[in-house]
Nanobody, 119 residues
Framework: QVQLVESGGGLVQPGGSLKLSCVVS????????MGWYRQAPGEQRVMVAR???????MYADSAKGRFTISRDNAKNTVTLQMNSLKPEDTAVYYC?????????????WGQGTQVTVSS
C-alpha cells in the first residue's frame, strides 16, 4: 500500500537545473528516512542524497555543493534540487524510503524518473 511516485525528470543542458519530487502514499512518510538514488545503464545503483526523518542530510561526494535534498512532511514529499548538472549525472533517479533504525537503502522504492544531461 506504500507507494512512492517520482516526477520532474527530463532533458537538461549541462549547467542547468532540475527539481525531482517524490510523493509517498500510505501514511508512513514522517516515519521514513528518505533518499535519492541513481542508476546509469550497466552501473550499480548508488545513493545520491539522504534526509533522515529528523532532518539530517547527507550527500554523495558527487552531489555535494550541487544537490539539495529536502522534505515536506505535510505534503508527504521529498525533493531533490539539482543544480550545475553534468553529463555524468545522467541516470534514472529513484526515490527511496527507509524505516527508522535501518542501515542502507530502505525497502520502499519509486518507479524511477529519467534525468538526461546533454547538450
Amino acid at each position: 500500500q506504500v507507494q512512492l511516485v517520482e516526477s520532474g525528470g527530463g532533458l537538461v543542458q549541462p549547467g542547468g537545473s532540475l527539481k525531482l519530487s517524490c510523493v509517498v502514499s500510505g501514511g508512513i512518510f514522517s516515519g521514513l528516512d528518505m533518499g535519492w538514488y541513481r542508476q546509469a545503464p550497466g552501473e550499480q545503483r548508488v545513493m545520491v542524497a539522504r534526509i533522515l526523518r529528523g532532518g539530517t542530510t547527507m550527500y554523495a561526494d558527487s552531489a555535494k555543493g550541487r544537490f539539495t535534498i529536502s522534505r515536506d512532511n505535510a505534503k508527504n514529499t521529498v525533493t531533490l534540487q539539482m543544480n550545475s548538472l553534468k553529463p555524468e549525472d545522467t541516470a534514472v533517479y529513484y526515490c527511496n524510503g527507509r524505516l527508522a533504525g535501518r542501515i542502507g537503502p530502505g525497502r520502499y522504492w519509486g518507479q524511477g524518473t529519467q534525468v538526461t544531461v546533454s547538450s
